[in-house]
C-alpha cells in the first residue's frame, strides 16, 4: 500500500497537467505531450512534459490514457509512438500495434497515419516513447 502521502504528491501532480484543450497550454507547450480521452481535444487532457527516448506506460498517474487515448498535440521537433502494449513494446509484424506521429495535431486517432496505412488507433494505446527529431 502507498502512504497517503505520495498518493496525494501523485494526484496533485496530474491534476496539475490536466489542460481543457491544447491553446489553454501556455508558453511551455513546446516540451509538453498533450493527450486526450476524447477526440477533438476533449475529455480529460493531459499535459506531459516529454521526456526524449523513455517509455512511458499509461500506468500510475497515468492510467486515465490507457486504452482511452483519442486525440493528442505533439511539439514540433518531436516524433511519438505509441503502442498497443506496455512497455512500448511491439508484438505485431504487421504495424497495426503502433503509430509514429510527428509534431502536429491530432484531432482524432481513429483515422491516424499508420505504417502501412490510416488506422484507427483509437482507445488502443497503453505505452508511449517521444524521440527528438
Given at each position: 500500500m502507498w502512504p497517503s502521502a505520495y498518493l496525494f504528491a501523485v494526484l496533485a501532480t496530474?491534476?496539475?497537467?490536466?489542460?481543457?484543450?491544447?491553446?489553454?497550454?501556455?508558453a511551455d507547450a513546446s516540451?509538453?505531450?498533450?493527450?486526450?480521452?476524447?477526440?477533438?481535444?476533449?475529455?480529460?487532457?493531459?499535459?506531459?512534459?516529454?521526456?526524449?527516448?523513455?517509455?512511458?506506460?499509461?500506468?500510475?498517474?497515468?492510467?486515465?490514457?490507457?486504452?482511452?487515448?483519442?486525440?493528442?498535440?505533439?511539439?514540433d521537433g518531436f516524433i511519438c509512438t505509441f503502442f498497443e502494449d506496455f512497455g512500448c513494446l511491439s508484438t505485431g509484424s504487421n504495424g497495426q500495434d503502433e503509430v509514429a506521429l510527428q509534431g502536429g495535431s491530432f484531432a482524432n486517432f481513429a483515422a491516424i497515419p499508420g505504417v502501412f496505412a490510416a488506422q484507427n488507433f483509437d482507445n488502443d494505446a497503453s505505452s508511449y516513447s517521444c524521440s527528438v527529431i
Open positions: 496530474v491534476l496539475a497537467v490536466v489542460s481543457a484543450a491544447p491553446a489553454d497550454i501556455g516540451e509538453n505531450l498533450t493527450l486526450c480521452t476524447n477526440n477533438n481535444f476533449g475529455g480529460v487532457c493531459l499535459a506531459i512534459p516529454i521526456t526524449p527516448d523513455g517509455c512511458q506506460s499509461f500506468i500510475g498517474g497515468f492510467t486515465i490514457m490507457n486504452k482511452e487515448l483519442s486525440s493528442a498535440v505533439i511539439p
